[in-house]
């Protein structure tokens, strides 16, 4: 559309678009939005639904050897939760005009990005509290801004999302605390899963500043509102009295509050090793894809009966159907 408008009307638009992000109004469906705002919320929208789809991998795993029928229950309406997580952003995804299939194909077919995080192991039942505490810890800490995104469908699932993420924080913090009042045994496996998702739950938050290359005009737009290194900072900064409520330490030596600077002083990141991982050579991205390719493929008659079950219904049924959800639309 924005192709086939005269110069001045473009121009127009636009100053519209800037007056409503200066003075931190939200952008809606309908409004115009200049073609790369659109294609960054696709991007960062689509890539945060597939992460949460991917998500819920690592924990699924454990659902049937969770340690009690409790934890059982607990995990399994998690895992839940990631799942309907990925649904509401899937639909904020699409009101930009992109196919939920498009987008899941993009996922199968390898072509789209998903959380750094979620390509590793969970060998033992301490990674289910260290993902609780670290991975949704990372979450909120970088999601409670987002609910403030210029894009309103993308603030909004995020104020949903983020209720959700806080009880799985909380969930976590209490299976490590558990297991940290346990036996030896147990407060050795605890450690060790710290050990071991502490850095990669660092990585989550992207690049440095100074090698990312979305943020400064994501930031303009204010669709991220700090940068990678500040969350990042304000995560260490989150979890350095939690760690010491736990009785855990921290993997870092290095690990120290520069009082003058006021940031947090740490040991290098491994950024080879998120790479590698991005490039699709982390411990368990293969895995994680064609896990995801089986699902897709097994669900695959549900989705033809479903598209059969639409195809039968008699065009009366289908309007009062269409006419329902209208009003529910009126009503909210
Ligand atoms: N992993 O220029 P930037 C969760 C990519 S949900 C993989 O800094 P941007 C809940 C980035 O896409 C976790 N790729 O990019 C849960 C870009 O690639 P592209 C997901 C990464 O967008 C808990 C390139 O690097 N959360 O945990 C990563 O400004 C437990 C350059 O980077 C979200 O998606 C990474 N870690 O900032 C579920 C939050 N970092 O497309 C189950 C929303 C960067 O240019 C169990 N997203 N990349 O080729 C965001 O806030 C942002 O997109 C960032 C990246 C901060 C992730």
Partial sequence: ???????????????????????????????????AYRRTLIRQISQHAHSEIIGMQPEGNWITRAPSLKRKAILMAKVQDEAGHGLYLYAAAQTLGIARDVMTQQLIDGKARYSSIFNYPTPTWADMGAIGWLVDGAAICNQVPLCRASYGPYGRA???????????????????????????????????????????????FGPPDDESPNSAQSMAWKIKRFSNDDLRQRFIGMLVP??????????????????????????????TEFQEVLAGRGPMNAYRLQHRR????????????AAAYAEKRSPRERSETKRGAESDREAA
């Fill in 242 to 271: 939690q760690a010491e409520a736990l009785g855990v330490t921290l993997p870092d030596p290095e690990l120290r509050w520069d009082e003058e600077n006021e940031r947090w002083i740490t040991s290098e990141i491994d950024w």
């Fill in 294 to 305: 089986d699902a897709h493929e097994d669900g695959a008659w549900v989705r033809e009966a």
């Fill in 1 to 35: 559309m924005t192709e086939t408008m005269t110069p001045d009307a473009q121009a127009e638009l636009q100053a519209e678009f800037d007056a409503l992000i200066a003075a931190d109004q939200r952008i809606e469906p309908r409004d115009w939005m200049p073609d």
């Fill in 158 to 204: 995020m104020v949903r999302i983020c209720k959700e993420e806080s009880f799985h924080q909380r969930q976590g913090f209490e299976i490590l605390l558990t297991l940290m009042q346990g036996s030896e045994a147990q407060r050795e496996m605890a450690q060790d899963a710290v050990n071991r998702w502490y850095w990669p739950s660092l990585m989550m």
